[in-house]
Structures are given as structure tokens and as C-alpha cells.
């Protein structure tokens, strides 16, 4: 019988990048219990400004900050991580609980218990309104424990593709700074740079106004034969990803208009618009706070499902780069825009089988 006091700690963490607050918080799981499990939350999306590393990055980020010592041992803690990628589920808390839960399960029954130990607990810190998601799990204790106030992962963020790396010595891990260090030299980084900029001057255009903005979009969710129609994203933000056709809402236009407009702009759809609203099947709204790196920004998609056959003809046009009929097996999450691959689950179900 160890003499922790739990078997097992959790602890739920984006690290977009790992910092040395996130090790405090850690190093005061591995105090407490025999192995820290760590769920690294938005495992799954494309690079962005708010999510520029990939799942295996930071877990290689964190292991490497408890990994080996100068003499190639390795450190007593390194083994006693187990280190997990937890997908967004953005438009339903209790499948996005449900899979923190059944994770956890699979982690401990890898380490030879048949159920939960009794002695499980989940660390963080309850800092206001977005940290509800811990009281979610009251089979766990949860352990207070509050990261420095002076670090934060979007300060980091902003410093990083903004400004100069060496601002960020005190703030992450030696081993965190030589990742980022290399990563700078990147193709990827220059991209994101130029994807900071684009964001940091789009705000700025809306510094004026005596309120902050919410912008209201429309997209469209087309589907037919098993197919859903994608276009490639021109320019910036999210340059290059994959994106439902859809746009913002003109003052003198209602939504559905809109989306009508967009959807025929960007991909040339050769069906007529009658023939498109009579087969609208849905609709929703999507108000995720933080759906949209441009600023609150709420959108109504509408789902479109045309009868059975021959996929009509299309093609990219306006701020469509390509547009492309996509076999909804093949609908991945880290090449979609924004939260649109969650807006395709909403309506369509499970997508993406072929990942």
C-alpha cells in the first residue's frame, strides 16, 4: 500500500505551450498520488494562434520536462506520468465529461486495476466562471491549487509570435524554451506570425467602438449522397484549412438570405436557390464565447440535404480557395476552421470515421 494519499491524480490542461505553472500544479499532483494523469485538452484542432502546438508537441513538451538528467538517468517522476489527448467537445458538456471519464478509467485499468481506485482526486484551480467544468466529476476530490497568477499560456502566446523569445526564460520549462526556440525557425511559426498580425490589426480596427463588437455570420451544412461541401479558407484566419461556405450577414439582409448569397458565392453551387431553401432540414445557432479568433462572433448554420444522386458541379470562387464535395468519412477535425467540424457533428452525427 503506497503511502500517497490517492492513487491517482488528473489533471486537465491545454499547455498551448506547457509552463511552469502547469509544473507546479503537477509536481503538487505527484506529491499527492503514485501517477498524474494528464488530459490535454483541443488535442485534435488545427494549428492556430490559440492552439499552435500539436497534441504530440506538448506532450513531448512535458515529458521532456521531466525526462532525462545529464547523465542519461531518467527523472524518478517521468514514468509516473501518463500523458492523454482529450478532444473539444464545444456543444455538449456532458459527452466531453463522459470522455474525460472513460479515459481516466482506461489510464488506471493499464496500471492493473480492474475499476477506479477508491482514492482518486482531480487538480486545479477554480479562478471564475470558466473553471466550472472541475464541478463536473464529484466522484473525484478536487484539490485546490492555484496556478501563478503571473504566468498565463495566452500571455505567452501573444509574447511568442509578437515580440522576442527571450522574454519567455522565466515563464516555461529550459526544455519548453529549446522547443520554442526551434520552433521559431519553422515554416509553421511564420505562418502563425502572420496569422498574430492579422489578428492583433483586426482588433484594432474595432478599439473605437463604445462596446465591444459581436459580429453575426451564416453557414451553411450541405449535404448529398454521403458528401458534404467544403471550401479551402483564401486568406487569413485559418488560411488553408477546410470551412463550411458561409460569410457575415450584410445590415440589410436576414440570415437565411445570407447564407443563400455565400454559399453561392464561394462554391458556385449549380442548384437553384429555390431548390436550396426547400430543402433546408435545420437549423442552430452556434455561440461558443470563444468560437472565433476575430472576437465574439455568433453564427446560424442551416442544414441543407439534397436529394440522393449525381453531386452537382462546384468550384472555389471569392474568398474560397477551393470548394470541394468531401465524403463525410473524411471530414477531419484538425483541418477545419473555427469550430465548424463540431457545427457538422451537431447535424450530421458522428464524421470522420476514416481517421
Known sequence: MSDKRYDYVSFICRAEPFHVGHKEVID?????????????????QPRTIKNPFTFDERKKMILNSYGFGALGAINSNFQRLHIVPLRDQKYNEQSWASSVQSIVQSEVTKL????????????????????????????????EHAINEEV?????????????????????????YQFLENFS?????????????????????WEA??????????????VQSGHILLIKRKAEPGKGLWALPGGFVGQKERIQDAMIREL???TRLKVPSPVLV??????????????SLRGRTVTEAFYIELSAGKLPAVKGSDDAKEAKWVPLSFVREEEMFEDHYHIIQHFVGNVGAAQ
Open 185 to 205: 525557425r519553422t515554416a509553421d511559426y511564420a505562418t502563425l506570425a502572420k496569422e498574430q498580425a492579422f489578428i492583433r490589426e483586426y482588433k484594432k480596427a
Open 209 to 222: 467602438a463604445p462596446y465591444a463588437p459581436t459580429f453575426l455570420t451564416c453557414d451553411a451544412v450541405v
Open 278 to 291: 426547400g430543402n433546408i432540414k435545420d437549423k442552430e445557432v452556434f455561440d461558443y464565447p470563444e468560437r
Open 152 to 176: 498565463n499560456a495566452t500571455d505567452i502566446r501573444k509574447i511568442y509570435f509578437e515580440s522576442n523569445i527571450r522574454y519567455l526564460r522565466d515563464v516555461v520549462t529550459p526544455e519548453v
Open 112 to 143: 492493473g486495476w480492474s475499476d477506479y481506485p477508491k482514492r482518486g482526486a482531480l487538480i486545479g484551480h477554480v479562478k471564475d466562471e470558466s473553471s466550472y467544468y472541475l464541478q463536473m466529476f464529484p466522484q473525484w476530490d478536487l484539490i
Open 264 to 266: 453561392r458565392e464561394e
Open 28 to 44: 503538487k499532483a505527484l506529491e499527492l498520488a503514485d501517477t498524474v494523469i494528464i488530459l490535454v485538452g483541443s488535442s485534435n
